[in-house]
């Protein structure tokens, strides 16, 4: 995988006269395996920019049935998408998008006793999913195997995005900053709202993370909230937690 095709050549142009990333960085897009846990209202943005941007295998990962109240958010799916999986939806749409790349796709919920099955493939992992058992088990696994998590969530009008580059070993965790505990309750967008346009600002930041990640233009982890009334951003410093019982401290 040392070169592009002809077509290639002409679709990612414009990568190619950036000098962040050139050839040198599409081939190692080409040469990227990242997994996409959730193909909902961030999955649909990230893996609509991560499929045009060139990644060369993508897996997508949800059990979820594509649904009416969907469509106010998840730009992945049409009207003629309703029942269907949305795996197998998104799959044939990121396929019309670029048909030079590979899609595998799995209908499950992923959990601590399929997430190696899943993922073994994986250079990196997204995490759009929209509750905390699926965030602490991709973060389980991310961890244990030493692979990028990017991890995503918008509630409401409120967004976050993280990154933490477990090839490091002195890298915090999910668990760093958001303790596991089984008061936590369940809010999402079903039961709490969320107004659309931020899903569309969140994932897309974690597909430009995903790409930074691979061409190398980070380092270390990533703490971003984003305001989407006040349009205002925060970054903030990730340290690990010596009492996290996700990662040992």
């Given at each position: ?45 990230a893996?609509?920019y991560l499929?045009?941007a ?5 897996i ?118 958001f ?7 369940a809010?999402?967008?079903s ?12 994932g ?15 380092v ?30």
């Open positions: 995988m040392d070169k592009l095709s002809d077509k290639e050549t002409l679709r990612y142009s414009r990568h190619l006269l950036l000098k962040e990333v050139g050839l040198e960085g599409q081939l190692a897009l080409k040469a990227a395996t990242v997994a996409v846990v959730g193909a909902g209202g961030l999955g649909s943005p893996l609509l499929a045009a060139g990644i060369g295998t993508l997508l990962i949800d059990d979820d049935g594509v649904e009416l109240s969907n469509l106010q958010r998840q730009v992945l799916y049409k009207i003629n998408h309703l029942g269907q999986s949305k795996v197998a939806a998104a799959g044939k749409v990121l396929a019309s998008l670029n048909n030079q790349i590979d899609i595998v796709t799995h209908c499950q919920k992923l959990d601590n006793n399929n997430a190696a099955g899943l993922l073994n493939n994986a250079d990196i992992v997204l995490d759009c999913s929209d509750n905390f058992a699926t965030r602490y088990s991709v973060n389980h696994y991310c961890f244990t195997h030493k692979l990028p998590l990017i991890t995503g969530a918008a509630i409401a009008s409120s967004g976050q995005l993280m990154g933490f580059d477990f090839r490091q070993n002195n890298s915090p965790c999910y668990g760093c900053v303790a596991k505990s089984d008061a936590t309750p809010v999402n967008c039961n709490a709202g969320v107004i659309s346009p931020l899903l569309g600002v969140v897309s930041m974690q597909a430009q993370l995903t790409l930074n990640m691979l061409l190398g233009h980070v270390g982890s990533v703490f971003i909230t984003f305001d989407a009334l006040s349009l205002k951003q925060q970054h903030f410093k990730v340290v690990k937690d010596s009492n996290c019982k996700e990662c040992g401290g």
